[in-house]
């Protein structure tokens, strides 16, 4: 029962009605009992800082924040973690009395899942995209002890981000730029491939250029859903870590975050699966 005394969370993005995040979070909440709802809030980039600046004035209690911003939602915050901060992108926040404290939880889901699935110091990762996502993905490949190969339709943002993460990660192995031209002959020779564009996300475009992955690899993809990237790693024997997967742990950490209470992860990822037949982040 919706209350005066309920708390509202939700999530902000643009697209952002596709999102498996209420589903999950508010099965988290009645799986304890939590007064709370969480709700589905679509921002367009050029509104960002004004609806962060409403959300809590009206005491929205915590957010996430999905594509396109992670990174404008870092510098709207008043505080960050260590992780958003190095990181350079929000994807939760927690209301304050002075404002949004902001917290990453995407880059320790992702370092906990592909160190699941095998992946460790040593590896060849390819990280593809170089927005809020490419950067939690390329904090947990460094942080692991993997080479990073970046590539990005446009070169600046993957430049960006090389030089921003060599410098925060100096004794880490490099981090390289390569041309959108050589995708498919990085993707063939990576151990480790990141989706971390919005490729496989509703109005995106449905394939990854010539990204073709292969028996033994690990395959990380942060859109969710039935992607084509999804289904051509499961078919050529990749070991995937799926959208769904990293929603769901990354979704757990902010729940601890937002209530101090351990998340049930069970009870959100069974609502994940039973709400997803469709693609998003």
């Not at 100096?170 to 390569?178: G, L, W």
């Amino acid at each position: 029962m919706i209350s005066g005394h309920t708390a509202v969370y939700g999530v902000i993005g643009h697209p952002v009605a596709h999102s498996l995040s209420p589903a999950m979070q508010n099965a988290a909440f009645a799986a304890l009992g939590v007064d709370a709802a969480y709700v589905a809030l679509p921002v367009g980039p050029e509104r960002i800082d004004e609806a962060l600046r409403g959300a809590h004035a009206l005491g929205i209690a915590g957010l996430n924040v999905t594509v396109p911003h992670k990174q404008r939602a870092a510098a709207a915050c008043v505080a960050l973690d260590r992780v958003a901060e190095e990181v350079g992108a929000a994807n939760t926040l927690r209301r304050t009395a002075d404002g949004w404290e902001g917290f990453n939880t995407d880059a320790p889901a992702c370092e906990s899942l592909l160190q699941d699935a095998g992946a460790g110091r040593g590896a060849r990762a390819l990280l593809v995209g170089a927005g809020g996502a490419a950067r939690a993905a390329a904090w947990a490949l460094l942080r692991m002890g993997a080479a990073v190969r970046i590539a990005s339709r446009r070169a600046e943002p993957a430049l960006d981000l090389a030089l921003a993460f060599g410098a925060a990660f100096p004794s880490a192995p490099r981090v390289q730029v390569v041309a959108w031209s050589d995708l498919g002959a990085e993707a063939e020779a990576a151990d480790v491939i990141v989706n971390a564009t919005s490729v496989g996300l509703p109005g995106h475009e449905p394939r990854l250029g010539a990204v073709r992955p292969r028996a033994g690899q690990v395959a990380l993809d942060f859109v969710y859903g039935d992607t084509e990237f999804a289904r051509g790693a499961l078919a050529a024997g990749a070991r995937l870590v799926t959208g769904e997967a990293l929603l769901v742990r990354q979704g757990a950490l902010a729940f601890t975050l937002w209530t101090g209470r351990p998340a049930p992860e069970a009870a959100m990822a069974a609502a994940v699966s039973r709400a997803a037949p469709r693609s998003g982040r």
